[in-house]
């Protein structure tokens, strides 16, 4: 099975649905001081039902594609504003495999996007094959939300799982670090066509 999470960062963990990963990540959210960090892996998601750029971008047209990304990064904003007026350190770290899927073609674009409304997103070859990783949002060092994508190959979330226990939030820290250390740092947003600038 493509990135799952090991039973050690389960262990002790609690297990939610959907609508529990949303809720604890608020609570989380509302606790965060310093840090937050996204690490993202999987090479496709499938995204909810109705995502207009997604649909527009699989159905050949980038421009239009971009355009809907600006908008809904737009809907963003008041997350950006939290997170200058908070003073928090904001960082999602995202893990490419080559070629890039049909769906990190799209989202390169909304990257950009993100990344020029001044979000801080980082891109590495991990150290180790990216099946091997799976997705966690870091919150300071109280708590973790794991991703649970179902078997793959394309990620879904279904639900995760809330961690707590300290020795497994570092553990999860150093994952993180050892990417950030020992990946190879990529500049895939230098490799977006000109087509889908418009």
């Not at 070629?99 to 997103?121: A, K, Q, S």
């Not at 020795?167 to 994952?175: C, E, G, N, S």
Request: hydrophobic fraction near 35%.
């Amino acid at each position: 099975m493509m990135h799952q999470p090991p039973e050690w960062v389960l262990d002790g963990s609690e297990r939610l649905t959907l609508d529990g990963f949303l809720e604890a990540f608020g609570r989380a959210w509302a606790r965060t001081e310093r840090r937050f960090l996204k690490l993202e892996c999987w090479q496709s998601y499938r995204e909810a039902d109705g995502v207009r750029s997604q649909e527009a971008f699989q159905a050949g047209d980038a421009v239009r594609a971009r355009r809907l990304l600006s908008e809904e990064a737009m809907g963003d904003q008041p997350l950006r504003d939290e997170v200058r007026s908070r003073n928090l350190e904001f960082t999602r770290v995202r893990l490419l495999s080559y070629p890039l899927t049909d769906y990190l073609r799209y989202e390169m674009i909304n990257y950009e996007v993100r990344c020029g409304l001044g979000e801080h997103i980082e891109f590495f070859a991990p150290p180790a094959p990216v099946e091997n990783y799976f997705d966690f949002l870091l919150f300071d060092s109280h708590s973790a939300l794991v991703h649970d994508y179902g078997p793959g190959p394309i990620g879904y979330q279904v639900g995760g799982w809330l961690v707590r226990r300290p020795k497994t939030l570092d553990a999860l820290a150093d994952i993180a670090g050892d990417v950030r250390t020992r990946g190879e740092r990529l500049r895939p947003l230098q490799g977006v066509p000109d087509a889908y600038r418009a």
